[in-house]
T-cell receptor, first 117, second 110 residues
């Protein structure tokens, strides 16, 4: 299974600033996914990042607020721009691999815990 | 679109059996998955059902009934370490991404 690392693991940022989160995978993958998980809530997909093309954003998320880079098949970044306290959340990157039963299993990074003051 | 319903919280005692239900509404169906997430940790894949019936993996089993748009996760011989949130998830119409339920917090008591 894929091993995913994220940096930073946590950060406290001031409103109005931006933070870039890095996601590194130990194998080449076609699609990488960025999720947000607010405390006690489920996972909400922000965008899907394919190498060599623009990321695909979900409803409610826009590129100006959450620009994503995908320079190669093992790495991606998510930037949270012009932050406000409402952006305080855990941000997770994820990849998919085929499973043994015809499934596709998602593997998640450890997450970046962001607090905006 | 897709929507999933699961109980918000379940409590059980060590050694017991617990069942976490999930009902879903989808425009197309590509299988039901279950993920476990411990407090402060990342979600981890538990199981996947594309066809009706029961899939068993150790103490955990997952069931699917496509005609009822219903599935469940069964945890046997509960241990304290099973205390976590459990999410069911289905694939969206494009087949490219997962949609997660709101999650069920399982509390295991001694």
């Amino acid at each position: 299974s894929a091993v995913i690392s994220q940096k930073p693991s946590r950060d406290i940022c001031q409103r109005g600033t931006s933070l870039t989160i890095q996601c590194q995978v130990d194998s080449q993958v076609t699609m990488m996914f960025w999720y947000r998980q607010q405390p006690g809530q489920s996972l909400t997909l922000i965008a899907t990042a394919n190498q060599g093309s623009e990321a695909t954003y979900e409803s409610g998320f826009v590129i100006d607020k959450f620009p994503i880079s995908r320079p190669n098949l093992t790495f991606s970044t998510l930037t949270v721009s012009n932050m406000s306290p409402e952006d305080s959340s855990i941000y997770l990157c994820s990849v998919e691999e085929p499973g043994g039963t015809g499934s596709y299993e998602q593997y998640f990074g450890p997450g970046t815990r962001l607090t905006v003051t | 679109g897709q929507s999933l319903e699961q109980p918000s919280e379940v409590t059980a005692v060590e050694g017991a059996i617990v069942q976490i239900n999930c009902t879903y509404q989808t425009s197309g169906f590509y299988g039901l998955s279950w993920y476990q997430q411990h407090d402060g940790g990342a979600p981890t894949f538990l199981s996947y059902n594309a066809l009706d019936g029961l899939e068993e993996t150790g103490r955990f089993s997952s069931f699917l009934s496509r005609s009822d748009s219903y599935g469940y996760l069964l945890l046997q011989e509960l241990q304290m370490k099973d205390s976590a949130s459990y999410f069911c998830a289905v694939r969206d119409l494009s087949g490219n991404k997962l949609v997660f339920g709101a999650g069920t917090i399982l509390r295991v008591k001694s």
